[in-house]
């Protein structure tokens, strides 16, 4: 797929943060693993508010971009002001899969800016 290549990924993160969300340097795009020898990358959003990351990338084999959260050893204990906190990094996360998964659709229907 290439728009995922890392510069494309990372052009649109630049994109997103030029929107006003608040990704205070806890959104990046990483090379992806699971693609040998490509220029593929997926991004990885750190969580602030809860001790584990969010991955967005595209489903194999579909153009739905999905959010994977990082397992977890043990379970996470909050108030409710702390969970308050993490919704709202929740819905910057969702809304950064929706961008990226708009700017993905754009690219590959040939839409122009």
């Not at 969580?47 to 996470?76: D, F, I, K, Q």
């Not at 702390?82 to 993905?104: P, W």
């Amino acid at each position: 797929m290439p728009f995922r290549t890392l510069s494309t990924l990372q052009s649109w993160l630049d994109e997103f943060a030029t929107l006003g969300y608040p990704l205070n340097g806890s959104a990046k795009v990483v090379p992806q693993d699971d693609f040998e020898g490509e220029d593929t990358g997926l991004v990885v959003f750190q969580l602030m508010n809860a001790p584990t990351h969010a991955y967005l990338a595209p489903e194999p084999g579909s153009h739905e971009w999905r959010v994977t959260m990082e397992a977890r050893e043990v379970p996470a204990t909050m108030t409710a002001a702390d969970v308050l906190k993490l919704s709202y990094e929740l819905s910057v996360v969702a809304a950064l899969g929706t961008f990226l998964q708009a700017k993905s659709y754009a690219f590959l229907h040939g839409a122009t800016e």
